[in-house]
């Protein structure tokens, strides 16, 4: 696109981050965006933090990097502090807090900032609890802000937060309409007023409503309206009118807020926080392909236990003591699982956990008046790299998380794949990639035309069956899909060894013939269907796969290593090449050891000596990685130096200032910039280590 040499210099001024030098403390580091409420791919608002971007130094944004108008404010002894986002409200004067410290954990991230002679903390918390779908598929989020005195004196305090309609769309020129409900419970809703349903604009889907609400207590005001009347009432006042505006218009149109303020009292020691929830429902949720290409419309599957989005933000937020608890349990697990690993790995893995789930719902069929509870599948957004549902080579490299928290999450999200292609609508032999084009729309593939990874997706699908099955024990996956995953292993006997040319799920790397990290996962694939004959008594099949997978292996030591025997080849007789062969983790994880040790050690010697700044390449086409296949390839690697070194420069990268964009899992090694990708799931990867038993980690 051309742009004239002055716009362009002006918008490079304006894009520019805040380079001011961080002046908080941030434990474990300050990511590039920190995650604010990270619950569902409709629900994903961070601070984009760049390399040193405080709370109030910057709009919260959406994952996309648009805003999500989101302000708050504090009175203290009359004067005013802005404390989130970067309100301009004309004919006032306010001060801005001063951020003190940030921390992240698994589930939350918690700001503390100095209001003159008050400290506020603000935390931020997505909860986590895979083992609970009801609790899991809720599309809300916690925030609290509690106060304390800082010089020992009592202070008058008042606490002021909005949302704006931003949290609706992705075109900020559609019309939005709102309501204010109040009782126990104080809830502002905002949404569209013309609706598409299953529509995305900007990946913002356009249906269903955003909510911000607060616990009706003493003295909590309400109010919403054009954003600089609603905060300049709170600044001059410290309170709200209880009132409304009705005059429904575009979401830019004198920007209405949603807002809420608590008066805090006189504070001396910390006060009990003042909780909100802030969340984004819809219903139904997912559009799915059924036999015979009927759509089923299907519910997220917290409406088998609430019969209305108020009932279920009350509960939500009369549980927030108890769900702090519950978050605080789970982080703790996570971070001593992870720091058995090393620190650095454990932070990685902390800023990794609310991404990962961020990207799936759970959902539930209906039937009559109820729901079908035995029918529950999880789909998960391709965010960012194209929105694709489901696909296989995304679940893949994410599954660590699934395996690591909760299994049956594994089991739910290969289960569309399953059902749809055991329909026979799917004409491909090989795996389908994913179950539909544009999230949350999962309508399939029938023209067979979906973007092809044979060899990767049948592998992947093989391992990923194993590996559920193996970790749960529960034999139903592999015995109703048996065929299919029969028919994927007779197309990974004939097409893994000497793969052809094609793309692996590295698509952006371009695609290449014989590529040798495609073979080692057509292999282990073909060996992992060996395992799950013998699991169902197969015997004849059983020994009959083992014996190929073991004879391939062979002729690919001699295809796949370089002419010098110091690496793997990236492909077939291209002694020059190599790339991170992280698909033998796979191997490892499903213990199925068809790779020879010796290969592990060749490849953690190679390693040793072949790293850039920030990491060893993906492969010798480019000087990028991945962040998430060279944690995998930590998880297989014989030292723990080497082990180390990937960790480390991921850690490195993650924490390097250089964007301010959610996680992204595609980087380069030279410099530790970051490549296109950002908030994927993929980052649950990040949680190889921890997904191996303590006995099978180096
Ligand atoms: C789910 O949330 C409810 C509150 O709505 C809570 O009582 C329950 O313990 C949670 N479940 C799990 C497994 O954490
Ligand atoms: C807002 O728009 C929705 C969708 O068209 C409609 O169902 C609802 O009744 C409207 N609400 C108000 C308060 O106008
Ligand atoms: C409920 O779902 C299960 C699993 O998909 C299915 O076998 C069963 O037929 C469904 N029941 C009804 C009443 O639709
Ligand atoms: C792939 O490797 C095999 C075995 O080395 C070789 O015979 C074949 O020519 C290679 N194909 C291509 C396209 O390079
Ligand atoms: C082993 O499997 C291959 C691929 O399905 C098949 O062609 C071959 O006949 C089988 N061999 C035996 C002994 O069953």
């Given amino acids: 696109m051309f742009v004239p040499a002055l716009l362009a210099a002006w918008a490079s001024l304006l894009l520019a981050p805040v380079l001011g030098a961080v002046t908080w403390t941030a ?46 404010f504090a009175k203290v002894d009359g004067v005013a502090f802005n404390w989130l986002g970067v309100p301009g409200v004309p004919g006032t004067t306010f001060n801005k807090a001063t ?28 909860p986590v609890e895979p083992s609970d779908p009801v609790n899991q598929s809720l599309p809300l989020s916690y925030y609290s802000v509690s106060a304390a005195s800082n010089d020992g004196k009592a202070h008058s ?3 002021y937060t909005d949302i704006s309609a931003e949290w609706v769309t992705g075109d900020n020129s559609l019309t939005a309409n709102w309501t204010t409900t109040t009782g126990s ?23 269903g409503s955003a909510y911000h609400s607060t616990l009706n207590t003493a003295g909590a005001t309400w109010q919403n309206g054009q954003d600089t009347v609603v905060r300049a009432q709170f600044i001059n006042n410290g309170k709200l009118t209880n ?74 937020l009369g549980d927030y003591s108890n769900a702090l608890v519950r978050a605080k349990a789970f982080d703790a697990k996570v971070n001593a699982d992870a720091t058995k690993i090393s620190a650095d790995y454990a932070s990685i893995v902390a800023l990794s956990i609310r991404q990962g789930f961020g990207a799936i719902e759970t959902t539930v069929s209906r039937t009559g008046g109820g729901f079908n ?18 696909t296989v080579d995304v679940i893949f490299p994410a599954w660590p998380l699934f395996l690591y928290t909760n299994p049956t999450l594994g089991k739910q999200l290969l289960l569309p794949l399953f059902e749809y292609q055991a329909t026979g609508q799917y004409p491909n032999k090989w795996s389908v990639h994913d179950m539909g084009a544009s999230y949350p729309k999962a ?79 057509g292999i282990v694939g073909i060996k992992a269907m060996a395992q799950i004959a013998s699991l169902l008594g197969d015997t004849a099949r059983s020994a009959n796969y083992s014996s190929i997978a073991a004879s391939y292996v062979q002729q690919w030591q001699k ?75 930590a998880g297989l690697v014989t030292t723990t130096a080497v082990r180390d070194l990937l960790i480390s420069s991921v850690r490195k990268y993650a924490a390097d200032g250089k964007s301010s964009q959610p996680l992204g899992d595609w980087y380069e090694t030279t410099d530790g910039s970051v490549e296109g990708f950002r908030a994927r799931p993929v980052v649950g990867g990040h949680l190889a280590l921890a997904s191996l038993p303590d006995s099978m980690r180096h």
């Fill in 27 to 72: 434990t474990p580091f300050n990511p590039a965006s920190v995650p604010l409420a990270v619950r569902s791919p409709y629900l994903s608002a961070w601070l984009p933090q760049g390399a040193g971007t405080a709370l109030n130094d910057a709009w919260p944004t959406f994952w996309t990097g648009s805003i999500l108008g989101w302000a708050g």
């Fill in 185 to 207: 419970v104080l809830t502002h809703q905002v949404q569209l007023a013309a609706q598409t349903q299953f529509g995305e604009i900007g990946d913002h889907i356009q249906q």
């Fill in 99 to 126: 951020q003190k410290s940030l921390q992240f954990t698994s589930t939350q991230s918690i700001f503390e900032m100095t209001a003159g002679p008050v400290d506020l903390t603000v935390t931020f918390l997505s």
């Fill in 373 to 390: 509870t035995s029918d529950v599948l999880v789909f998960m957004k391709e965010i960012s790299s194209d929105g694709n549902v489901n």
């Fill in 559 to 633: 295809f796949a290593t370089s002419s010098d025997g110091t690496h793997l080849t990236l492909s077939y007789g291209d002694s020059a090449s190599w790339g991170l062969s992280y698909n033998m983790f796979a191997d490892k994880l499903l213990q199925t050891n068809v790779f020879p040790a010796s290969v592990f050690d060749m490849q953690t010697t190679w390693y040793s000596t072949h790293a850039n700044a920030f990491g060893v390449p993906l492969d010798t086409r480019h000087t990028y990685t991945k962040s998430d296949w060279s944690i995998w390839t």
């Fill in 443 to 521: 309508l399939g593939h029938n023209d067979g035309k979906d973007e092809a990874m044979p060899v990767e997706e049948s592998g992947n699908m093989l391992i990923m069956t194993l590996s559920y099955t193996q970790k749960s024990n529960d034999l139903s996956l592999i015995k109703t899909y048996f065929n299919l995953l029969d028919q994927w292993t007779q197309f990974l006997i004939t097409d893994s060894l000497i793969p052809a040319n094609q793309i692996s799920t590295d698509d952006f790397a371009g695609s290449l013939a014989n590529q040798t990290n495609l073979a080692i996962k």
């Fill in 157 to 159: 305090v008042q606490i």
């Fill in 243 to 316: 009132a409304g505006d009705t005059a429904f218009r575009a979401v830019s149109d004198r920007w209405p807020v949603f807002a809420f303020a608590h008066d805090l009292g006189s504070v001396t020691g910390a006060t009990a926080p003042v909780v909100f929830a802030v969340g984004h429902a819809r219903d139904p949720a997912v559009q799915y392909i059924v036999a015979g290409g009927a759509l089923q419309s299907r519910g997220l599957f917290f409406w088998t236990r609430f019969s209305t989005v108020a009932s279920a933000i009350s509960t939500f």
